[in-house]
């Protein structure tokens, strides 16, 4: 891995931070505004561990152990949205 | 002991159940990777109570970020991006047995992340100042209580969240102090338990970074209209 | 007499405690979770003191609150959650797989030191006069109005918790890069894959139990937080994480008893295992299962009503991978030459008591059953059947079949299997009258109730000293036999695996003289020299 990439992904980085502020001070609605600024801090995080903390050259026990927190915070997300969305309907 | 030392596995020449170069690099990979995926769930909970009070209290929550100084927020984040920069340079240093070239990216980086903490420190007095500390003085003149009371939930979660990811970088940074000390007093290329050091430290920094990323956004941005 | 780990490297305290042989940090653990067993038996055997008269005459509601909690606290975090996990698994995995010791052997020491830490808070935070919210935490009563030592204890167990967190990293890392050559997946002892599916429980579950405490913790000590209604809080968004951890909890406790189980039952069947296979894919099962269950505890806590049906179903979907071992076991004994020794005596009580203890879970998974039989009796003999007449005993029958291996040492077989039966008289004794009472409408955590109770609460409380006396005698024998015990041989089981055909018992410090080469299937009791338990069971 070189330390040009490096500094490549870094820029990207940063302009992608740029958008985010920048989407900060649009008029983008209550609902667009904060999924879009999440999905750009997805992508901002993606680069990080896929670059800097290098997960992409690594193989795949690696990524399984890196996947398994996301994985399980998932599933705490979707069952207790369950009752949260449900719970007004009965 | 710190966390990260005691992540490394065998690294004396005594303990010989660990014999293989490649097997001890993988092995602290692995449980490095898997502490961060502890951390993960973690900091999640804390996000999965923010999503959800934001859900209940839309208004308020919009009311209550844009008391939050974006731009000191998003100066911060470019402070920790270059901070994971220096970080990655640095291991890609260790690799190379670099000593000198390493513990100088490890220096930088923990300078950057010192400027993080002042910044958040300096944010953290401004909100004192507004009365806007839950148990300590929170008050919104002007407001009616149950407004005030769910504004006062997204401070909750704000100090919790920004306090729990500030200790993190405290720790990262003394674990920081420890390793450039440790470059700088040692002689000759980097040995390969120093290099597993500085790599597994890096991939702990990166995560913090990770988590501010996502918690610029989701506080600082919920407002401003 | 060559040396083992227990003589080899020092005998003084401070070769123990600085000790990083998976061995000795098994031991260190062993003595740490007898104690907190101590303490946790006391509370109960107050309660069940008081609980043998209808009024309230023992001690007052203030006490019994405290005594309960205590009883929980202890005996779920500081007792069933370590016990196999950090005695038999410290001391076997490495031995089981090849290898010299685990991952991160400092990390070891240091999560036993963690976990003394935690456990010394704890029973601090007791002296001082203890917590009288449950061993639930529930907010707001916890975090709000609750007048005694909640912070201190929430930091006890939160520092406990990294103990775990600590332990189940070390586990899997070691299961995955540390296997001897030849040792595919599908070789290993069914234990290390119970073990290995603890362990993704323990890594994943804890921190969300750090965190919801840590949490807890904050909001009673600023006053305001994210539980407080006052505030526009959700009291149930804690249930809902403090479930989260405590529900994947129990099955941290009750996968390792399955492992020794699976590891007892051939070997004393003389048969190999039935459906190796779906044993272990059900370990991994149940450990992913486990985590999108939690519901079913706040049926009735005002979760709403589409969410209970879906935990509800998950719930029921859970019950088939542990049924699944059951029937495996049963197959497994089927046409087997059974040899009644303790630990046998033990693993058959656990397929009987388990069963019932999962089949009554059955009964509180059923939405409009639980709204009868929540916060009742019926659930506390639920979970005592699983947890004492399941997990105790599957650590008891696991401390006894590897006994010899641990201490070098064989126990007197007469007592072992008095004591199983008196345990296990003791322990039905207690517990089922409980199911009856729960289905009659005693409410749980009460210390006074309707006359008409009285007569099974007494019968309870009766087969709980019998059952106190059962836990002492083990205590006493096995103490015993480490000083006058006869010493053991090699194998005396005539068990397969690694730690029975290649290690001494007990063990020397590195395990191994050189790392094994494994070439063949677990099990083998099918072999002809594999026909019977030779050895000392007189």
């Not at chain 3, 698994?89 to 090849?98: A, V």
Request: charge should be neutral; hydrophobic fraction near 55%; aromatic fraction near 16%.
């Amino acid at each position: 891995m070189k330390s040009s990439l490096l500094l490549w992904i870094y820029l990207v980085l940063v302009i992608l931070l740029g958008c985010t502020i920048g989407m900060a001070l649009l008029p983008l609605g209550v609902v667009i505004k904060p999924l879009a600024g999440l999905l750009v801090a997805g992508v901002k995080g993606g680069l990080i561990v896929l670059f800097f903390m290098q997960l992409r050259y690594h193989h795949g026990t690696l990524r399984l152990f890196a996947a398994a927190g996301a994985f399980c915070l998932f599933l705490l997300f979707l069952l207790i949205a369950t009752d949260y969305l449900t719970r007004l309907w009965s | 002991m710190t966390e990260h030392e005691s992540q490394q596995g065998c690294l004396d020449p005594v303990a010989e159940h660990l014999a293989d170069p490649a097997q001890r690099l993988d092995i602290a990979r692995l449980g490095v990777w898997l502490f961060l995926s502890t951390e993960v769930l973690f900091f999640g909970v804390l996000f999965l109570g923010f999503t959800l009070y934001r859900r209940s209290y839309p208004d308020e929550f919009v009311a209550a970020s844009n008391h939050l100084n974006l731009w000191l927020g998003g100066f911060n984040t470019l402070v920790l991006l270059t901070s994971s920069l220096f970080v990655a340079l640095a291991v890609l240093g260790a690799d190379r047995g670099d000593r000198r070239g390493s513990t100088r990216y490890l220096a930088a980086t923990l300078a950057l992340g010192l400027v993080f903490l002042a910044i958040k420190a300096f944010e953290w007095h401004q909100e004192y100042q507004e009365h806007l500390v839950p148990g300590l003085n929170f008050a919104l003149p002007g407001t009616d209580a149950g407004w005030a009371a769910h504004e006062q939930l997204f401070f909750c979660l704000y100090f919790i969240m920004t306090g729990v990811h500030a200790f993190h970088m405290i720790a990262g940074s003394g674990v920081l102090a420890w390793l450039i000390l440790r470059g700088w007093r040692g002689h000759g290329p980097l040995s390969q338990t120093e290099s597993i050091r500085i790599e597994s430290t890096a991939l702990y920094w990166h995560f913090v970074d990770i988590v501010w990323i996502f918690l610029l956004p989701l506080l600082y941005l919920t407002g401003f209209n | 007499m060559n040396e083992s780990y227990l003589t080899d490297g020092g005998s003084g305290f401070r070769s123990w405690l600085l000790t990083r042989d998976h061995k000795r940090i098994a031991i260190l653990y062993l003595i740490s979770i007898s104690v907190f067993f101590m303490f946790g038996g006391a509370a109960a055997s107050m309660m069940r003191a008081e609980l043998a008269t209808p009024k309230a005459d023992l001690v007052t509601s203030e006490v019994y609150n405290r005594l309960f909690t205590l009883h929980g606290v202890i005996m779920v975090w500081f007792f069933l959650i370590p016990s196999i996990v950090t005695v038999l698994g410290n001391f076997l995995l490495p031995l089981m797989i090849g290898a010299k010791d685990l991952a991160f052997p400092r990390l070891n020491l240091a999560s036993w030191y963690i976990f003394v830490l935690g456990g010394l808070l704890a029973l601090y935070a007791i002296l001082l006069g203890g917590v009288d919210t449950g061993w639930t935490f529930y907010t707001p009563y916890s975090s709000t109005y609750s007048n005694s030592y909640v912070i201190l204890m929430a930091v006890g167990i939160f520092i406990a918790g990294f103990s775990s967190i600590f332990t189940g990293l070390n586990f899997i890392v070691t299961t995955h890069k540390m296997r001897a050559p030849g040792l595919y997946w599908f070789r290993l002892p069914l234990f290390v894959w119970a073990l290995y599916s603890t362990s993704v429980i323990l890594v994943l579950a804890t921190p969300v139990l750090a965190i919801t405490l840590a949490l807890v913790a904050l909001e009673r000590l600023m006053g305001v937080g994210v539980f407080d209604p006052k505030l526009g809080g959700d009291p149930l968004l804690f249930q809902h994480l403090f479930w989260f951890y405590s529900h994947p909890a129990v099955y941290i406790m009750i996968l390792p008893g399955f492992g020794v189980i699976s590891e007892i039952i051939p070997c004393f069947a003389r048969k190999p295992i039935f459906g190796y296979h779906f044993i272990a894919f059900a370990s991994i099962a149940i450990a992913v299962l486990g985590f999108v269950v939690w519901g079913h505890h706040m049926f009735v806590s005002s979760q709403s009503l589409y969410a209970g049906v879906v935990f509800s179903f998950l719930s029921f979907m859970v019950a088939v991978p542990s049924a699944i071992k059951v029937f495996n076991w049963t197959a497994t004994l089927y046409k087997g030459r059974i040899e009644l020794a303790t630990p046998m005596l033990y693993a058959l009580g656990f397929i009987g008591l388990f069963t019932i203890g999962g089949l009554t879970g059955l009964f509180l998974a059923t939405l409009a059953v639980d709204v009868h039989l929540h916060d009742t009796y019926f659930v506390i003999a639920h979970f005592h059947y699983i947890m004492v007449g399941g997990m105790v005993m599957a650590y008891i029958g696991g401390m006894h079949f590897w006994w010899p291996k641990i201490t070098g040492r064989m126990y007197p077989e007469i007592w072992g299997q008095l004591s199983a039966l008196i345990i296990f008289t003791g322990f039905n004794l207690t517990f089922f009258p409980q199911f009856i009472l729960g289905y009659m409408g005693m409410p749980r955590r009460y210390h006074a109730y309707p006359e008409q109770f009285q007569f099974l609460n007494v019968l309870s409380s009766a087969g709980a000293s019998i059952l106190g006396i059962g836990y002492l005698l083990p205590i006493c024998y096995l103490s015993w036999s480490l000083i006058k015990g006869k010493r053991a041989p090699r194998n005396p089981w005539n068990a397969t695996g690694l730690e029975w055909t290649l290690a001494d018992s007990p063990p020397t410090v590195h395990n191994f003289d050189e790392i094994p080469v494994v070439d063949c299937e677990p099990y083998r009791y099918d072999l002809p020299e594999m026909a019977s338990a030779k050895g000392d069971i007189t």
